[in-house]
């Protein structure tokens, strides 16, 4: 199974900007990739995915016009560029590999990595 390490976190002020990467121990070429987030007490919500052919992207309704999804397959990587950032943002993000045909389902992803936490100040 593929292994997921996540990146990028940090401390940023309301209105920044910070991007997450996700490298992959293997190719993923022929998966989708998500991104989803966890707060405190809260259960965890799809952020954003990426078809395997990239042509494709999707988004949660709270980061729409703020965050950008995309990927290099050269570099086994996905990225996560948020822009203009709000203290409802902050979160622990993590990304997996999509397993089943459900864009924002959690259930159908899988090799979930460890986590990069996001917090944003007011």
């Known amino acids: 199974q593929v292994q997921l390490v996540e990146s990028g976190g940090g401390l940023v002020q309301a209105g920044g900007s910070l991007s997450l990467s996700c490298t992959a121990s293997?190719?993923?070429?022929?998966?989708?990739m998500g991104w989803f987030r966890q707060a405190p007490g809260k259960e965890r919500e799809f952020v954003a995915a990426i078809a395997w052919t990239g042509s494709s992207t999707y988004y949660g309704d709270s980061v729409k016009g703020r965050f950008t999804i995309s990927r290099d397959d050269a570099k086994n990587t996905v990225y996560l560029q948020m822009n203009t950032l709000k203290p409802e943002d902050t979160a622990v993000y993590y990304c997996a590999a999509q397993r089943g045909f459900r864009i924002g389902v959690i259930d159908d992803y899988e090799s979930w990595g460890q986590g990069t936490q996001v917090t944003v100040s007011s």
């Open positions: 293997e190719r993923t070429f022929s998966r989708a």
